[in-house]
């Protein structure tokens, strides 16, 4: 899939190299920023679409899936920024090549938006 012409500017959030803190402990360095454009954004349907959970507040988990252009390197360990707003990514985004054809489709990744 090549960049969708109307598409969306998402942003990943990757966690930056690993620096050392004063007792040479390991720690995540500065978040690394990427924007994608070309992208589409959708609401999930059916079951994973969202749940709600009121154990001692009010949590809403939505989920999303994104759309990015083949070869987009996005990661379990990435959020994506979408207008103002921080998903996690859920599980590992998959693309697929025809092995007839090769032509190729987007880069897909759940996310997940969680509020309460």
């Not at 007792?23 to 360095?29: A, I, L, M």
């Not at 985004?93 to 025809?98: A, D, E, K, N, V």
């Not at 092995?99 to 759940?110: K, L, Q, R, W």
């Amino acid at each position: 899939m090549r960049e969708l012409p109307h598409g969306d500017v998402v942003t990943i959030v990757r966690p930056g190299p690993s620096t050392q803190d004063e007792y040479g402990n390991d720690k995540p360095g500065p978040p690394v920023e990427i924007p994608v454009t070309g992208c589409a954004f959708a609401p999930r349907s059916g079951s994973g679409a969202s749940t709600e959970l009121t154990d001692a507040r009010d949590t809403v988990i939505t989920g999303f899936t994104l759309y990015a252009p083949y070869g987009t390197d996005i990661r379990a360990t990435d959020r994506i920024r979408v207008d103002g707003q921080m998903y996690e990514v859920e599980g590992l985004p998959g693309s697929f090549r025809s092995p007839f054809t090769g032509s190729t489709g987007p880069v897909v990744a759940a996310l997940e938006l969680v509020t309460g």
